[in-house]
């Protein structure tokens, strides 16, 4: 029987224990839902006392567009080389490593599609945060710097969903976000597909697939 949203949380609340922080990863392919699973998974497990879980996602790694440029990689943003791999495993172990006792806040990047850039020094993890929700594309991925982000995570969980219904919701955020519509789609079936076909064959490394019923739907609460 495939897991409920309330299967999902208790998984997540027990990934914390002995005192020590924990990370959970959410993969899957563009569009495929993690950053809404994660926004439903950190709000639901706040929502009962003082905050105790963070949203740390992957895309703050990003590469920067000048940097993209200098590289000839711009036509290709969203690949596996187009991200700091390394920095963002190097983020995960901090997280991991800072014991609950130091009082520190360690920073995590965001990306701002409005302008599609990352943003440093955007997301405070407190020292209160004993779960880290972290989601991306490439945390299954064994190729490169990419090998040494599963390592970092308690577990890993695989976002499942159809894929007229992903495509349809790729196409709609680039729409949102100044996209034409056809040049929405050449990049959804060109650079986006080619990605979406990488991240599928990292699925079976995963510790728990979550099929398209156990997922919130984008734009709803």
Avoid at 7 to 27: C, N, Q, T
Avoid at 123 to 137: D, F, H, K, Q
Avoid at 168 to 183: D, I, P
Wanted: aromatic residues 6%.
């Amino acid at each position: 029987m495939p897991p409920t949203f309330d299967d999902l949380l208790l998984r997540a609340r027990h990934l914390a224990r002995d005192g020590r922080r924990a990370i959970l990863g959410i993969a899957g392919g563009p569009g495929a839902g993690k950053t809404t699973l994660a926004g439903h998974l950190v709000r639901a497990l706040n929502a009962d006392g003082p905050p105790w879980v963070a949203h740390v996602p992957m895309d703050g790694f990003h590469l920067a567009d000048a940097e993209l440029d200098r590289l000839g990689r711009r036509d290709r943003k969203g690949a596996p080389d187009t991200f700091d791999a390394a920095g963002y495993a190097a983020l995960l172990r901090r997280l991991r490593e800072t014991p609950a006792d130091a009082d520190e806040v360690v920073y995590a990047p965001a990306f701002e599609r409005d302008l599609e850039q990352p943003v440093a020094g955007s997301i405070p993890v407190p020292p209160s945060a004993r779960l880290v929700v972290t989601e991306g594309n490439y945390l299954l991925l064994q190729e490169g710097s990419w090998a040494g982000v599963r390592p970092l995570l308690d577990e890993v969980w695989y976002c499942e969903v159809g894929e007229p219904e992903r495509v349809r919701r790729l196409v709609a955020r680039h729409v949102e976000f100044g996209k034409e519509h056809a040049a929405a789609m050449a990049w959804v079936l060109g650079t986006d597909q080619r990605n979406a076909e990488l991240i599928a064959t990292t699925r079976d490394r995963a510790d728990l697939l979550i099929p398209a019923s156990a997922l919130p739907v984008p734009g709803r609460d």
